[in-house]
């Protein structure tokens, strides 16, 4: 019933008189001013004048399951969705929850573990992931794909075209993918993707896929050595952008991109993988587990490997690594033009 009166007030955006809601919802008068006190404690911001009614004044950019709930919905991303102040990382909470699932403890799969801050974010190759309070967006859907253990990296892909696309969609921003994880406005870091998982030889368990947005972190939050390659969308955009809205539109491309991947059709991801690809086509250096191999970026294998083009004229697939753009050949974003399908 409190999701309802929210609703109620967050459609007519003005003063409503208790009555009316009292018709509309048909609760007594007394219980809607319950409830009202009660949202007011969760953070809702309502006013209410005797002569005028209630009002919803816009509310703070909170995560809660409640604000989330309010402009997101799927069917498989999201039935569950926790919540934390505070946390070390939520993939380490992932990994966690998906540990208890497997011994029968119910968690579904498409549980969202999100945080507003983290002590101990993580990055890829053990770096840590830099997330103060307020300001970004940390999460980490859980998945129990039917997948191998070698197809798992396509998940990886997936979670970076749902935030590129929804960055486009949402922010205008010309954000791009860098192979396999990174999310680039101009050639600055401003988002990333930490896949890890529990696997058995030849069946994957579940998969947590962390995902982490730069939005309104101000560069000065950041250690002055990482302030060169990093941005955050309010940066580029010059104005604050709301992370529940833009989280949203993620979950949505997320749940679709799940989707065409459980019916099969991993071509489909493939290709929009690559129309917002700006790795193919550059002179790069990849810094794999046990080497460094440079040559030409020539694109991705259907199963999500990169190519490379090495010196010799051979090609060679890499399944995972970290790459610098050492020439740019391809021509990249300008960062600020708007997305238009
Ligand atoms: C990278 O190194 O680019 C990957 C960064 C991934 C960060 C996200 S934030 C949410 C989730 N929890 C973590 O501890 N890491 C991932």
Not at 165 to 183: C, F, H, Q, T
Request: glycine content about 10%; hydrophobic content about 40%; overall charge positive.
């Amino acid at each position: 019933m409190s999701e309802r009166i929210i609703e109620y007030l967050r459609n007519r955006n003005d003063f409503v008189p208790g009555e009316e809601i009292s018709r509309s919802l048909g609760i007594t008068r007394a219980a809607i001013w319950k409830k009202v006190k009660n949202l007011r404690k969760e953070g809702y911001l309502i006013e209410a004048v005797p002569s005028k009614g209630y009002k919803l004044r816009p509310s703070p950019d909170t995560l809660t399951e409640k604000e989330i709930r309010t402009v997101f919905e799927g069917n498989i991303i999201g039935r569950e969705i926790i919540f934390y102040e505070e946390t070390g990382s939520t993939n380490e909470r992932a990994l966690k929850i998906g540990g208890l699932s497997r011994q029968g403890k119910g968690i579904l799969e498409g549980t969202v573990i999100i945080a507003d801050a983290q002590g101990q974010g993580r990055g890829r190759f053990g770096r840590c992931w830099v997330s103060p309070p307020h300001v970004n967006l940390y999460f980490t859907v859980l998945l129990e794909p039917p997948f191998s253990p070698g197809e798992a990296s396509i998940l990886t892909l997936m979670a970076a075209v749902a935030v590129v696309s929804a960055i486009r969609e949402y922010v205008g921003l010309n954000a791009v993918i860098k192979w396999p994880n990174d999310i680039l406005i101009r050639n600055k870091k401003v988002g990333g993707i930490l896949t890890e998982m529990k696997s058995d030889i030849d069946r994957i368990n579940f998969v947590a896929v962390g995902i982490g947005v730069n939005v309104n972190m101000s560069l000065n939050m950041l250690p002055g050595d990482m302030r060169l390659f990093t941005t955050s969308l309010k940066e580029e955009k010059g104005e604050p952008i709301r992370r529940v809205e833009l989280l949203g539109v993620i979950l949505a491309k997320f749940e679709y991109w799940y989707k065409t991947l459980l019916q099969g059709r991993r071509r489909a991801l493939i290709n929009e993988w690559r129309r917002l690809d700006s790795t193919t086509g550059n002179r790069i250096r990849v810094k794999t587990n046990d080497r460094i191999i440079s040559g030409l970026a020539k694109g991705i294998s259907d199963d999500g490997r990169l190519i490379i083009k090495l010196l010799s004229g051979a090609e060679k697939k890499v399944y995972a690594g970290e790459v610098t753009i050492l020439k740019k050949i391809k021509n990249l974003n300008s960062g600020r033009k708007k997305y238009s399908k």
